[in-house]
């Protein structure tokens, strides 16, 4: 069997640790922390019928679309549904990004870019961070397509809005792709300033995260209609399944759960970083629900270790190098992600205790 060279080649990624011990507290992921809302679990048990296993869903998931439309302010039409967000992003490079093509995205950010690139088997650029995560060192050479995941992971971090302005226009015609996986937790977004009725930007949203559903596997991207018309004819024809469409609508439609548990994980997010940083951790400002530590003095693979240990899991990380203004040694921290406030509490226990 002869198997694409550059599949052999790349080494995959890697997702997070999940451990299936239920004493653990899992910090690592960036899971709500709190359960979706009960509307889902009803969705899902109503939706779950004989006959409607034997059928296939909707294509386009048109409740969803309604529904999201309804509540967001946008036509229905410029939203396309994904089994979970990662499945758009493989659906735009796959529209966008030809054989030998160029994928750019910053550094440090989410590592899956580069794996789509790999698989497409299109070249790969990576752009640093200014120090203050605001913008990029320089705006890039014309990509097939640039993501932008704002907020930044493991950052947490937003880039300024008229660094954003600038990136569209210097990108343009072709696209950008803002990754809102965390927008719902940061004070502006995509939407807010406009973005969705640009026509070279593409805005991708999560249920994995603000809503709480990261086991059903389901997220959407928000464009101009002409565009999703394209990527429909690229996607699966049933890409996202009964029970998931079913429990992401009943999701968007239940605002009111979704505001509180995204007002209490801000809450406690603010509340974590200044007793963290009282602790001696240089933690970033975040727009996200996980906090990006770091403390160039201490061997932090050793504290993960400790943590889980002591079963806290949270994520170690390492980049071959970070935003301008570090040295070139290795770009290391933990990305914590915001737990309840009691799982919170422990872990600040534990840190006090292991540092
Ligand atoms: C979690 C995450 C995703 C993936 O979300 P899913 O909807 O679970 O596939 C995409 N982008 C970033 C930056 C993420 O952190």
Redesign the pocket.
């Known amino acids: 069997m002869t198997l694409r060279a550059n599949i052999r080649a790349m080494k995959g990624y890697t997702p997070g640790e999940q451990l299936n011990d239920p004493g653990i507290i899992k910090l690592n992921t960036?899971e709500n922390p709190y359960p979706p809302s009960p509307r889902v679990v009803e969705a899902i048990q109503r939706a779950l019928t004989a006959n409607n296993l034997r059928k296939y869903p909707q294509p386009l998931g048109d409740q969803f679309r309604q529904a999201a439309a309804a509540v967001l302010g946008v036509d229905p039409e410029a939203i396309l549904v994904g089994n979970?967000?990662?499945?758009l992003?493989t659906i735009l490079t796959r529209a966008f990004v030809p054989e030998g093509g160029l994928i750019a995205s910053p550094t440090p950010s989410?590592i899956?870019y580069q794996s789509l690139a790999e698989i497409q088997g299109a070249r790969f650029q990576t752009l640093r961070f200014e120090a203050d995560w605001s913008r990029f060192a320089e705006i890039p050479a014309a990509a097939d397509i640039t993501f932008l995941?704002n907020p930044n992971?493991p950052s947490g971090t937003v880039v300024a809005p008229e660094f954003l302005a600038q990136l569209v226009q210097k990108l343009e015609p072709r696209p950008l792709v803002l990754?809102e996986?965390?927008a719902d937790f940061a004070d502006s977004n995509g939407l807010h300033q406009g973005w969705s009725n640009t026509p070279n930007v593409i805005l991708?949203r999560?249920?994995?995260?603000s809503y709480a559903l990261?086991g059903i596997?389901?997220?959407f991207a928000i464009a101009r209609p002409v565009w999703i018309r394209e990527f429909i004819k690229v996607k699966d024809s049933y890409n996202c399944d009964v029970l998931s469409l079913a429990a992401a609508t009943a999701a968007i439609q239940d605002q009111a759960y979704f505001q509180e548990i995204r007002a209490k994980i801000i809450a406690t997010r603010e509340r974590c970083a200044v007793q963290l940083r009282a602790l001696g951790w240089d933690v970033t400002p975040s727009q996200a629900n996980f906090l990006w530590c770091r403390r160039p003095d201490r061997d932090l693979k050793t504290i993960y270790e400790e943590l889980k240990r002591r079963k806290i899991l949270v994520r170690y990380m390492s980049y071959p190098v970070g935003p301008t203004g570090h040295d070139d040694s290795p770009y290391t921290g933990l990305r914590i992600s915001v737990g309840t406030d009691e799982e919170m509490d422990r872990l600040l226990a534990e840190l006090k205790a292991i540092v």
Do not use: H, M, V, W
């Open positions: 960036n979970g967000s990662d499945d992003l989410y899956l995941p992971s990754d996986a965390y991708t999560s249920f994995s995260k990261a596997r389901f997220g």
